[in-house]
């Protein structure tokens, strides 16, 4: 299934050199940073990884997807936390990720807050886009 946005309002560009041992800057030059692989997979572990990138991304997406979410139910999410780990490592001959994402909702119960999370998983484009590729986990906390 492909999720085509039917207007697309924002475009983010980068340009990218040198792979996961290079730079990586975003058109405006907001977002300018070394990039270098963790130490666990061989690298200095000095820079940042795209799977950080793709975590603070996805994590900040859920997130706000989960505020939509939460506001049609009549939860004020706006204080919740979305924790992210992205899991990388050998799969066949290459690699692939998993991501498993909490997210901890003060004001509510964990049903509640878990019920929450579930349908953010399906609204948020960072999901979407990951859904049928990437192993994902979703869990809810009430706090």
Do not use: W
Request: hydrophobic share 35%; proline share 6%; with cysteine.
């Amino acid at each position: 299934m492909t999720n085509t946005p039917e207007k697309i309002v924002y475009t983010a560009r980068a340009t990218v050199t040198g792979g996961r041992a290079g730079h990586a800057r975003s058109e405006d030059g907001v977002l300018d940073l070394a990039l270098t692989a963790p130490k666990e997979t061989g690298g200095p572990g000095t820079g940042t990884n795209p799977e950080q990138l793709f975590a603070v991304g996805y994590g900040a997406c859920f997130q706000g997807a989960l505020g939509m979410v939460a506001k049609k139910e009549g939860v004020d999410a706006s204080a919740s936390t979305v924790d992210i780990a992205v899991g990388f490592g050998p799969e066949g001959d290459s690699f692939a990720i998993t991501a498993d994402i909490t997210a901890t909702i003060p004001g509510v119960d964990d049903e509640t807050a878990q019920r929450l999370v579930e349908t953010a998983h399906q609204v948020c484009p960072y999901s979407k886009a990951t859904r049928g590729n990437v192993p994902v986990t979703v869990t809810g906390k009430g706090a």
